[in-house]
């Protein structure tokens, strides 16, 4: 068990660029959730999937911010014309599958993508 | 709505004084109440959990008791250590609404020696 990974760490990026973002959940769960952290807040839901399907978005998740999780493994988190107001936290958790007995209501944190719009 | 509400920080105390982080929520179901910690630069933790009214949860000398009747779920530590020195968060979750965490604005906690 490594623990959920992301990539990029860290990200700097110009007014109006793309950004795209990758979660690596841990293996074997089916549940895997985006939140955005701005500095001294708590993180703020954005969306999840289970398995590959995506269930829930926040309002939070404008036009401009699309996920994806096509293989029910990694996911992606792109950012169009990115705004300032985009700079924060962005942090991926996965979760196992409900009834397995692992522990479905715990969510596992990855270190996150710390962005930074100029 | 559905929210979480913590007591403003900074906290700050000497070590092995008593510690006292208050959170209160609103829920329209049943949630699990969460403890996540996050220590300077490095990602979210679990700290504790309680999936049920008057549930304890506990860790590494932290605890925390989901009351209902309060809406609340206080952490609590007998005696704190510099290594405590972190960022706390309270969080929900309601199984009926996707199982999203819904966070409180988070506590910073500074241990003195």
């Known amino acids: 068990d490594t623990g959920v990974s992301q990539d990029p760490r860290h990200k700097i990026t110009k007014r109006g660029q793309n950004v795209t973002f990758r979660c690596d959940p841990i293996s074997e769960h089916n549940r895997l959730y985006w939140y955005r952290q701005t500095l001294g807040q708590g993180p703020e839901f954005l969306t999840y999937?289970?398995?590959?399907?995506?269930?829930?978005k926040s309002r939070l998740l404008s036009d401009r911010f699309s996920a994806e999780r096509p293989k029910g493994s990694f996911s992606t988190l792109e950012i169009q014309r990115t705004e300032q107001g985009d700079s924060a936290m962005y942090l991926c958790?996965?979760?196992?599958?409900?009834?397995?007995?692992?522990?479905?209501?715990?969510?596992?944190f990855g270190p996150g993508t710390r962005l930074t719009v100029l | 709505g559905n929210s979480v509400t913590q007591m403003e920080g900074p906290v700050t105390l000497s070590e092995e004084a008593f510690l006292t982080i208050n959170c209160t929520y609103t829920a329209t179901g049943y949630p699990s109440l969460f403890w996540y910690v996050q220590y300077p630069g490095e990602g979210l933790q679990l700290l504790l959990k309680a999936t049920k009214a008057d549930d304890k949860g506990s860790n590494k000398g932290f605890e925390a008791t989901y009351r209902k009747e309060t809406t609340s779920f206080h952490l609590e530590k007998g005696s704190v250590q510099v290594s405590d020195s972190a960022v706390y968060f309270c969080?929900?979750?309601?199984?009926?609404?996707?199982?999203?965490?819904?966070f409180g604005q988070g506590t910073e906690l500074s241990v003195k020696p």
């Open positions: 958790a996965s979760s196992p599958k409900q009834g397995s007995g692992l522990g479905a209501d715990t969510q596992y």
């Open positions: 999937f289970q398995n590959e399907a995506q269930l829930e």
């Open positions: 969080a929900l979750i309601l199984y009926n609404q996707g199982g999203k965490l819904i």
